[in-house]
T-cell receptor
Framework: GAGVSQSPSNKVTEKGKDVELRCDPI?????LYWYRQSLGQGLEFLIY????????KSGLPSDRFSAERTGGSVSTLTIQRTQQEDSAVYLC??????????????FGPGTRLTVL | KQEVTQIPAALSVPEGENLVLNCSFT??????LQWFRQDPGKGLTSLLL?????REQTSGRLNASLDKSSGRSTLYIAASQPGDSATYLC????????????FGKGTMLLVSP
């Protein structure tokens, strides 16, 4: 079946505006992850969803960032009052089990966010 | 806090050479270690996954090794080709119930024809 998809592929916004980034995981995958890749930095974990459990939000950099996952499938990452330092590529991944030695994460193509 | 380091940051080789990319991590409590490839403007593609109980994995011209006790992994690419040009990322999955990945900053590889 299809892989992880993300939309939009590119987003340019003005400082102070809110943005929503969407992720469609692989069908049947129980776990969904959001990561951020900033210029010159490695990928950093943002948030993790597993089934119907409460998400792990420990990686969110500020309270301007939030995410939800509706019906255990599609996820939306929302950034309020965007700042220039939010400019990055936002990557979504899903995995079948959400843990364990054999659990592989499959990544989407990412959304490149530019805050002017 | 887990830290992952990749050396070198960039590597340029002529086509046909064998090469080694290095990855080190500070906390050996891991479920697995994964090597990914990232092409410019694209997402990540999983290349190899080594479970913490394994020593190596092979896929075609790629061979990845893991020395968990010393916190090291290497990715060996045999007979490199221009199509291998990409950024290679090493990531470890924490041994803590779910597998949030901690990534290195990557090695940017350029293979010249």
């Amino acid at each position: 079946g299809a892989g992880v998809s993300q939309s939009p592929s590119n987003k340019v916004t003005e400082k102070g505006k809110d943005v929503e980034l969407r992720c469609d995981p692989i069908s049947g995958h129980t776990a969904l992850y959001w990561y951020r890749q900033s210029l010159g930095q490695g990928l950093e974990f943002l948030i993790y969803f597993q089934g119907n459990s409460a998400p792990d939000k420990s990686g969110l950099p500020s309270d301007r960032f939030s995410a939800e996952r509706t019906g255990g499938s599609v996820s939306t990452l929302t950034i309020q009052r965007t700042q220039q330092e939010d400019s990055a590529v936002y990557l979504c991944a899903s995995s079948l089990y959400g843990g364990g030695a054999l659990d592989t994460q499959y990544f989407g193509p990412g959304t490149r966010l530019t805050v002017l | 806090k887990q830290e992952v380091t990749q050396i070198p940051a960039a590597l340029s080789v002529p086509e046909g050479e064998n090469l080694v990319l290095n990855c080190s991590f500070t906390d050996s409590a891991i479920y697995n270690l994964q090597w990914f490839r990232q092409d410019p403007g694209k997402g990540l593609t999983s290349l190899l996954l080594i479970q913490s109980s394994q020593r190596e994995q092979t896929s075609g011209r790629l061979n990845a090794s893991l020395d968990k006790s010393s916190g090291r992994s290497t990715l060996y690419i045999a007979a490199s080709q221009p199509g291998d040009s990409a950024t290679y990322l090493c990531a470890v999955a924490a041994d803590s119930g779910y597998s949030t990945l901690t990534f290195g900053k990557g090695t940017m590889l350029l293979v010249s024809p």
